[in-house]
């Protein structure tokens, strides 16, 4: 059974960092794509930053390039998400995602959420003072 199980979210105030955790269980991440996501009330959910299994490339919405950065602990078998400078507009309900497509294999991962077939529960990030 594939499972991702996200971690660390928590309330912060504007400025702040926090380090969200994706940990995985049935699959080893280093072999999908994986991809994390936000939704805040009322919005769509959108594609924050992604880790391809190709080299490790990274990909990230504009808005969050140099605050946000994604990374991989194959050992733990866990992928991470730095947020620093933390805005309210930041604040959202965060899911990690993979994809286990044959095409993920060759190709920088995408932002686009019909692209990931595989969802944690989320963890709620708020970002207020």
């Known amino acids: 059974q594939l499972q991702l199980v996200e971690s660390g979210g928590g309330l912060v105030q504007p400025g702040g960092s926090l380090r969200l955790s994706c940990a995985a269980s049935?699959?080893?991440?280093?072999?999908?794509?994986i991809g994390w996501f936000r939704q805040a009330p009322g919005k769509e959910r959108e594609g924050v930053s992604c880790?391809?299994?190709?080299?490790?490339?990274?990909n990230y919405l504009d808005s969050v390039k140099g605050r946000f950065t994604i990374s991989r602990d194959n050992a733990k078998n866990t992928v991470y998400l730095q947020m620093n400078s933390l805005r309210p507009e930041d604040t959202a309900v965060y899911y990690c995602?993979?994809?286990?497509?044959?095409?993920?294999?060759?190709?920088?991962?995408?932002?686009?959420?019909?692209?990931?077939?595989?969802w944690g529960q989320g963890t709620q990030v708020t970002v207020s003072s």
């Open positions: 995602a993979a994809d286990t497509s044959v095409l993920q294999m060759f190709r920088l991962c995408k932002l686009t959420r019909n692209d990931y077939n595989y």
């Open positions: 049935g699959f080893t991440l280093d072999s999908y794509a």
């Open positions: 880790i391809s299994t190709s080299a490790g490339s990274t």
